[in-house]
């Protein structure tokens, strides 16, 4: 179809929008109270990317009706199974969502790289360029959904970590295979189908036994290192067809999931090569700390209560337990109660509090908390010394001090919430248990500390009556 504005075809101009609303997409996800929007709007120019493709991309012909209802069939099935995913996803099983999700993105590039490949060998043009990035395709997509299938089968708890014996032996030992048998395949001119096939099983195979030995609590920064594979994949896809949205969307996911892991890894003072040879949280050398670090005190609902109708600043430091209790909407009605008898309440958000990137933000927007109620963890730390109480809820690692005090501490040297700088602190959780890194924390036997012990949204709705009496 010859249809030009400026000089363009429709084609084009509908992938430089549909790239521009990536960018705006994205851009919009970095501030809780837009993300949902900017989800939306980059959804929307994923959908005329596709729609401009199918209908401007090669000449409409009635006689590819087949390649059309596949296509078509293809994005309902996707569409349903997505929707429903989403719909019904709790916020605590989020990381494998992502996860699953990041593995399809993989497995398509992998596909159109073998079907590319197939063209090749049947009279398509080749070139060494067009090779390389079809054999690039296929490793990094397909490395990218084995990879990412297993991540999702240990964050459902279906898959226990296992590392084999001599692991990174054979892991460099499949890589050395891999570039191997690419080399070969792309310089040799020798386009055998059963070598890609062969080239395919080894790809997986290496994603499989690379996310196998790696602690099931690094999923999320391994998720995320995954998801700039599949950014990366997409884009070689992007290239092969001319496709300068795929090719955009594509360099978006793979640096965004580049800057995320950085993030996540200099969060927690972790390099990456520890979180994926470290096994941390795992039980190893982090959780042989003894027990014996004085006594606890425990603090009664009513007591509690009483403390925090009469403080001026209340902290909130909210952590994973409040995901796993599903307590925002409780924590906000809290909030509004406080607030009603004048305390100053506001939240201290740790960056990696949680077992995502932005996972308190996210679980806080969605009980409506007003944003401006989020401090950053630097500005709730200068806040701490005129603090009156702080409310720890399901938070453990995030505020454990001996990330600041106890060098030989696998946490030591990550930035913390300093809550033993507040007058008071009251913790919320159901146990003695431990966090993600394994380790005991000190600050529940610090003598400002007082323990509140139950699952967080129960403690927090009797907290709620004892404070309506007051
Ligand atoms: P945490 O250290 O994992 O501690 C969570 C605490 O919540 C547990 O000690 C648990 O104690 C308590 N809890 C669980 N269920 C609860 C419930 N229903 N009610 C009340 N309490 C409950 O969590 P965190 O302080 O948020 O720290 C996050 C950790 O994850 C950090 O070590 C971080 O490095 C890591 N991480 C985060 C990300 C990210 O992107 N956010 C990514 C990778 C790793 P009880 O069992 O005693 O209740």
New binding site residues.
């Given amino acids: 179809m010859d249809t030009t504005i400026l000089g363009l075809s429709i084609l084009e101009l509908s992938y430089i929008v549909a790239s521009v609303t990536f960018i705006l997409g994205l851009k919009m996800l970095s501030s809780p109270d837009k993300a949902r929007k900017g989800n939306l709007i980059a959804g929307y120019g994923m959908g005329l990317a596709i729609a401009a493709t199918i209908l401007f991309k090669e000449e409409f012909s009635a006689d590819k009706w087949l390649n059309y209802s596949l296509i078509l069939a293809g994005l309902a099935i996707g569409t349903v199974i997505g929707m429903r995913m989403a719909i019904k996803v709790k916020m605590t099983a989020m ?1 494998q969502m992502v996860s699953f999700f990041n593995g399809m993105g993989g497995a398509c590039a992998g596909v159109i790289s073998l079907v590319e490949f197939d063209h090749l060998r049947h009279g398509g043009e080749i070139s060494a360029g067009m090779l390389i990035v079809i054999l690039l395709g296929l490793i990094i997509g397909s490395v990218s959904f084995s990879g990412s299938m297993i991540a999702y089968g240990k964050l459902e708890g279906k898959i226990a970590d296992k590392a084999l014996p001599a692991g990174q032996i054979i892991n460099i030992g499949l890589l050395i295979a891999i570039f191997g048998l690419a080399g070969y395949l792309a310089f040799s001119g020798h386009l055998s189908m059963p070598l890609m096939y062969a080239l395919l099983v080894l790809s997986l195979l290496y994603g499989v036994l690379f996310v196998m030995p790696i602690g099931g ?5 391994v998720i995320s290192l995954l998801n700039s594979f599949t950014g990366m994949a997409a884009a070689f896809g992007g290239f092969l067809y001319g496709n300068q949205a795929m090719l955009t969307g594509g360099i978006l996911v793979g640096s965004a999931g580049t800057i995320l892991t950085v993030l ?1 890894c200099t ?2 003072n972790r390099s990456l090569t520890n979180v994926i040879i470290g096994s941390f ?1 795992g039980g190893g050398a982090a959780s042989t700390q003894s027990g014996e670090q004085g006594t606890i005190k425990e603090i009664s609902v009513t007591d509690a209560a009483i403390l925090l109708a009469y403080a001026n600043k209340v902290s909130v430091v ?5 995901a ?2 599903q ?1 925002q909407h409780t924590v906000h009605n809290l909030e509004k109660i406080l607030e009603d008898k004048g305390v100053d309440l506001t939240y201290a958000i ?11 933000n996210v679980l806080l927007a969605e009980a409506d908390v007003p944003y401006p109620k989020l401090l950053e963890m630097e500005d709730a730390n200068e806040d701490m010394a005129s603090t009156d109480v702080v409310l720890v ?8 001090p001996a990330a600041e005090n106890d060098p030989s501490s696998p ?1 030591y040297g ?1 930035p913390v919430v300093k809550v033993w700088n507040a007058k008071n602190i009251i913790v ?10 394994g380790i005991e ?1 000190e600050l529940f036997f610090h003598p400002k500390n007082r323990m509140l ?7 927090l709705e009797k907290l709620i009556s004892e404070l309506k009496n007051l």
């Fill in positions: 990381p609590a690094d999923m999320p920064v996540m969060a927690m949280g909210p952590g994973y337990g409040l796993v209790a307590a740790h960056p990696v509090a949680g077992r995502m990137p932005g996972h308190m809820i399901g938070a453990n690692d995030v505020v454990n946490i990550m919320l959780k159901r146990s003695m248990g431990k966090g993600y890194a924390n012990f139950g699952d967080a949204k129960d403690s």
